[in-house]
């Protein structure tokens, strides 16, 4: 198909007149270049020329439109929520598994010293500075009611495993001390002798009560007092009392819950009858009752700690009840007071008003220690190995303490030694042997204290302080009575 040409003389194609056809410039004549054809006049109606139908209407030249239906709303499927996902925290934000609280950790320890201390000098003012015992069981109970979240009878057998095994090497060794100086317990008066005398050993491997032991025994190595036996096998009664506790916790945290501050005082209560003579149990049985009542509140206390109960009563108030009740003590003391004077050992409803508030005070006033600050840092090897190894020094150090006195007594047999130095030897008898008995504990520590690891289920360490982690002498002889009687 051609197409023609544009006309010449115009700017662009002719513009197209109303009917739509191009129409001519003006003043320009008609030539034969653009078609010319008869084409009718649209009418203002399209189908003008068309007949009407039989309804007298024309026919439309398109159809009405038709209104679309509203298109339906299909119902949206149901759509089953998602679980939020929850996202874990960073690594840095996770809190940390807690550990031990090295500010009880550092009253154990201090507790251990004390008792060593008082054993090898008497004072009975030590009693009064600083209740060790007191101390020891409240941390104990503290422990023992976190354990208890556990099943109590995997608690219980815990600590009765992590116990005998330590007290059993202690026993061979005592009992073999005692069988080679003459001690037969069938025809000792003092255990009852017969069959009840023998069956009384059994406490050396069970100490359901205290061991029997006699009050003099000959001296098989030749270097010990005949009382050397009351002095090194005594303190055990501390062992038969830590039982009696843990056999006794579940119950004891039960009512505890329930009956907080009854709990509480109530052994405080059951010593005013048992411990000042209104009521007198005969033999060790008494001895146990009166202990447990003495120590009870002591370790009731330390639930208070752990169960958040303590922190829950405001400082003053604690502060103030505990001094009161540490006033009490010193008041009762004074109006009791023994061939000893203030040993609070010998008073036991002083020992329980005075440790009682005494321990009050130091848990009220408790930081969570994670690492011992500033200068105590320092120490922070020795307190890991004491606590590690407390039953191991608790069981020898008085028996060690005994040790060093013959080891002293050679000094004076040294040639250069005139009278001023013997002198001088005996005025400092007691501090060396405080000297001498840290390196028997060492000794004792490496020779027995791995049994303790055995008996936790743990591989034996030699000297567990933590630092593989990555974080008859001619002087004393007064000295040494002063630690007799009742081994605290």
């Given at each position: 198909m051609?197409?023609?040409?544009e006309p010449?003389?115009q700017?662009?194609?002719p ?10 410039a003006?003043g320009?004549a ?5 078609p010319?054809a008869?084409?009718p006049?649209?009418?203002?109606e399209?189908?003008a020329?068309v007949p009407p139908q039989?309804?007298?209407t024309?026919p439309?030249?398109w159809?009405?439109?038709?209104p679309?239906p509203?298109p339906q709303r ?5 759509v089953?929520?998602e ?9 840095q ?14 009253l154990?320890?201090?507790a251990?010293v004390?008792?060593?201390?008082y054993?090898l000098?008497g004072?009975?003012w ?5 209740p060790s015992m007191g ?11 976190r ?5 109590a009878?995997s608690v ?5 495993r992590?116990l ?5 090497a202690f026993?061979a ?7 080679v100086?003459g001690?037969?317990?069938g025809?000792?008066?003092d255990?009852?002798g ?5 069956l009384?050993?059994?406490d050396?491997v069970?100490p359901?009560?205290a061991?029997s032991f006699?009050?003099e ?6 270097f ?6 009351e002095q090194?096998i005594?303190?055990?009664?501390y062992l038969r009392a830590?039982l009696?506790?843990v056999f006794?916790s579940?119950l004891?945290l ?13 052994p ?6 048992v411990?000042?003579g209104?009521v007198t149990?005969p033999?060790?049985?008494?001895e146990?009752?009166?202990?447990f009542?003495v120590?009870?509140s002591?370790?009731v206390?330390g639930?208070a700690h752990?169960e958040?109960t303590?922190a829950k009563?405001p400082?003053?108030a604690?502060?103030?009840?505990a ?10 003391a004074s109006g009791?007071?023994t ?14 008003a005075?440790?009682?508030g005494f321990?009050?005070?130091?848990l009220?006033?408790a ?13 922070d ?5 004491a606590n590690?190894?407390a039953?191991t ?16 007594d050679?000094?004076y047999?040294l040639p250069f030694?005139?009278d001023?130095l013997?002198?001088?030897l005996?005025s400092?008898y007691?501090l ?7 390196p028997l ?5 490496l020779g027995t204290?791995w049994i303790e690891?055995l008996a936790?289920?743990r591989?034996p360490r030699l000297?567990p302080?933590?630092g593989?982690?990555?974080s008859?002498?001619?002087?004393g ?6 630690g007799r009687?009742r081994a605290?």
């Amino acid at each position: 198909m051609t197409y023609p040409k544009e006309p010449s003389g115009q700017g662009g194609w002719p513009e197209a007149d109303g009917q739509g056809w191009p129409s001519a410039a003006p003043g320009a004549a008609q030539t034969d270049a653009w078609p010319t054809a008869s084409v009718p006049a649209r009418t203002a109606e399209p189908f003008a020329g068309v007949p009407p139908q039989q309804d007298g209407t024309r026919p439309r030249p398109w159809p009405e439109p038709r209104p679309l239906p509203e298109p339906q709303r299909l119902p949206e499927p149901a759509v089953r929520p998602e679980p939020p996902v929850q996202s874990e925290p960073p690594a840095q934000a996770r809190p940390k598994k807690p550990g031990r609280d090295r500010y009880l950790d550092l009253l154990r320890s201090l507790a251990l010293v004390r008792v060593v201390v008082y054993h090898l000098f008497g004072w009975a003012w030590l009693t009064i500075v600083f209740p060790s015992m007191g101390v020891m069981f409240a941390l104990a109970g503290s422990l023992m009611a976190r354990s208890l979240k556990r099943p109590a009878l995997s608690v219980i057998r815990g600590r009765v495993r992590r116990l005998l095994p330590p007290l059993w090497a202690f026993s061979a060794v005592a009992l073999a001390l005692l069988f080679v100086g003459g001690w037969n317990p069938g025809s000792d008066p003092d255990t009852g002798g017969g069959t009840w005398g023998w069956l009384d050993l059994v406490d050396y491997v069970f100490p359901f009560a205290a061991p029997s032991f006699p009050w003099e025994i000959a001296n098989p190595p030749g270097f010990l007092e005949s009382t050397w036996a009351e002095q090194a096998i005594g303190p055990l009664w501390y062992l038969r009392a830590y039982l009696w506790f843990v056999f006794a916790s579940p119950l004891l945290l039960w009512a505890f819950r329930k009956v907080p501050w009854a709990t509480l005082c109530a052994p405080l209560a059951l010593t005013a009858v048992v411990g000042t003579g209104l009521v007198t149990i005969p033999g060790r049985t008494g001895e146990a009752v009166t202990d447990f009542a003495v120590y009870g509140s002591c370790w009731v206390l330390g639930f208070a700690h752990q169960e958040g109960t303590l922190a829950k009563v405001p400082r003053y108030a604690a502060v103030s009840g505990a001094a009161l009740l540490m006033a009490f003590g010193l008041w009762w003391a004074s109006g009791h007071l023994t061939e000893e004077g203030w040993n609070l050992d010998e008073i036991p409803l002083a020992q329980a008003a005075w440790s009682l508030g005494f321990v009050a005070i130091l848990l009220q006033y408790a930081p969570s220690w994670q690492q011992l600050p500033g200068r105590l840092a320092r120490w922070d090897r020795l307190v890991t190995l004491a606590n590690n190894r407390a039953v191991t020094i608790y069981l020898w150090h008085n028996i060690l303490i005994m040790a060093t006195f013959p080891l002293i007594d050679r000094l004076y047999e040294l040639p250069f030694m005139d009278d001023r130095l013997s002198s001088a030897l005996d005025s400092t008898y007691m501090l060396w042997s405080l000297v001498l008995v840290w390196p028997l504990i060492a000794l004792a520590i490496l020779g027995t204290g791995w049994i303790e690891d055995l008996a936790a289920k743990r591989s034996p360490r030699l000297w567990p302080d933590g630092g593989g982690k990555a974080s008859g002498s001619r002087s004393g002889g007064t000295s040494r009575k002063k630690g007799r009687g009742r081994a605290r």
